[in-house]
């Protein structure tokens, strides 16, 4: 599903809102996690997950096209961790109709 899907899907299932408005509204939603996030805080959406920052020490890494090896910073990078309620509906899901697999 892509934004564009997901605001459609709102504006669909709430009549009283309109395209734009909906837009709005996951615009907004998603730019309280990109701040929750940047200030170091964790965000949890009860029944979906949870998004914190996971702490990445600076390493060596390798071109894959040169073979050079290259210094990587450390950085922090989001993650996410699906909550139990959605593990337990993508599990039952995926039982009643397998998911084709990737190539």
Do not use: C, W
Request: proline letters at 7%.
């Amino acid at each position: 599903m892509t934004r564009a899907d997901l605001i459609a899907t709102i504006a669909s299932r709430f009549p009283a809102l309109t395209v734009k408005d909906a837009d709005i509204a996951v615009k907004e939603i998603l730019d309280a996690i990109g701040r929750s996030l940047a200030q170091g805080d964790r965000v949890e959406i009860r029944g979906f997950g949870g998004f914190r920052l996971n702490y990445r020490p600076a390493r060596t890494g390798r071109n894959p096209r040169t073979g050079v090896t290259v210094p990587l910073p450390a950085k922090y990078a989001p993650h996410f961790t699906a909550g139990k309620q959605l593990r337990e509906r993508v599990e039952v899901s995926v039982r009643n109709t397998p998911l084709q697999q990737a190539a």
